[in-house]
C-alpha cells in the first residue's frame, strides 16, 4: 500500500512537468544559430516579458509579432519564432502571462498545461491589447526592421491576431491560424489570411459568418482550409509524436503559404497612431550571444 501510495505521488508531481514538456522543440530550439533574447516591455505598470529572435541578414527586415496559443509562450511558439526568423524575419513572441504566475513569473512559472490554459482564458481584453500595442510599438522601433510589421496567431492567439487587426491600423497583415474572427470587422485595415483545420468544427462552424462579414465590409479576407488536419496542426505537425499525416502536411503547406505572403508585404497606409517615445532603461546582458538581455522600455 505504501509502495503504491508513493508510486501515485510520483506521477501527480510528474504529470504536470511531462503536460509542459516539449523537449524536442527545446532541442530544436538550443541548436539555434540565431540570436534570441528577452526584453521587458512596460506600459503603465506593467511589466511585459516578450521573447525576440533575429535573422541572419544583412538588409532590414519586416517584424512579426508572434501570438502564442493557449498553452502560452511555450517551447514550441518560440521554435515557430525561431523558424520565422530562419525564413528571413525578425519576431517578437510576447508572454502575455507575463506576471500571472508564482511570484510574479510568465508561462515558465504555471504548474502545467492546466493552470496555463485557465490563465490564458481568464486575461482581459483590454491587457491583452494593451500589451500587442505596446510590442507593436517596440517592433516598429526596433533598428534592423524595415518598418513594416504583421502579426500572426495560433488557436487563442489566432482569434487575438484577427481582433488586433481591427484596433491597429498600421499593420501590413494579420495572419490567422485556426482562430475565430471578431464581431466588428469594420475597422480592420490591412488584408487578413486565414489558415484553417478542415477537423476542427469548432472554428470550421464560425467561418461562413466571418467570410461574409469581412466581404461585407470590403476586407481583404483569403481563408484556406487543410483538408484531415485537426486543429493546432502547426504544432502538431511538427512534434515527432503526430499519428496523422495530414496535420504534417497541412504544417507544411501552411508555413510555405505564410512565409510566401510575408515575403509580399506591402507597407500599410500612415498610421493615425501616436507612438510614445521610448525611454530605454540600462539594459544587462550575459556573456552568452544567446542569454537573457533585459530592456525595459517606455511605452
Not at 58 to 69: G, S, W, Y
Not at 213 to 227: L, Q, S
Request: proline share 5%; aromatic share 8%; charged share 20%.
Amino acid at each position: 500500500m505504501r509502495r503504491s501510495t508513493l508510486l501515485s505521488l510520483a506521477l501527480l508531481l510528474l504529470a504536470p512537468l511531462a503536460a509542459t514538456a516539449q523537449e524536442w522543440a527545446r532541442t530544436r530550439l538550443e541548436a539555434s544559430p540565431r540570436h534570441r533574447e528577452y526584453v521587458t516591455l512596460k506600459h503603465s505598470d506593467r511589466s511585459l516579458q516578450a521573447f525576440v529572435v533575429y535573422p541572419e541578414v544583412k538588409q532590414k527586415v519586416p517584424v512579426v509579432i508572434l501570438i502564442h496559443e493557449i498553452y502560452g509562450l511555450s517551447d514550441w511558439a518560440k521554435v515557430m519564432a525561431d523558424e520565422l526568423a530562419a525564413a528571413g524575419y525578425i519576431v517578437v513572441a510576447p508572454d502575455l502571462l507575463s506576471g500571472a504566475g508564482a511570484n510574479g513569473g510568465g508561462t515558465d512559472s504555471f504548474s502545467g498545461t492546466d493552470a496555463i490554459t485557465k490563465a490564458v482564458s481568464g486575461l482581459s481584453v483590454d491587457q491583452v491589447t494593451a500589451d500587442l500595442d505596446a510590442v507593436a510599438d517596440f517592433a516598429e522601433k526596433i533598428p534592423a526592421g524595415n518598418g513594416k510589421i504583421a502579426v500572426v496567431g495560433f488557436c487563442w492567439g489566432g482569434s487575438k491576431s484577427f481582433s488586433f487587426a481591427t484596433h491597429r491600423p498600421d499593420l501590413s497583415a494579420a495572419f490567422v491560424f485556426y482562430g475565430s474572427g471578431p464581431a466588428d470587422v469594420s475597422t480592420i485595415k490591412a488584408p487578413v489570411y486565414g489558415f484553417y483545420a478542415g477537423n476542427d468544427a469548432r472554428i470550421g462552424a464560425t467561418l461562413p459568418a466571418t467570410t461574409d462579414a469581412m466581404k461585407a465590409a470590403g476586407k481583404t479576407f483569403e481563408p484556406v482550409t487543410y483538408d484531415g488536419a485537426g486543429h493546432g496542426f502547426m504544432r502538431a505537425g511538427e512534434d515527432p509524436s503526430n499519428t496523422n499525416p495530414a496535420n504534417k502536411k497541412a504544417r507544411d503547406e501552411g508555413f510555405a503559404r505564410l512565409t510566401k505572403l510575408l515575403s509580399g508585404l506591402k507597407a500599410p497606409a500612415r498610421s493615425s497612431i501616436t507612438v510614445p517615445a521610448t525611454t530605454p532603461s540600462s539594459a544587462k546582458e550575459s556573456s552568452s550571444c544567446h542569454g537573457t538581455r533585459e530592456v525595459a522600455a517606455i511605452m
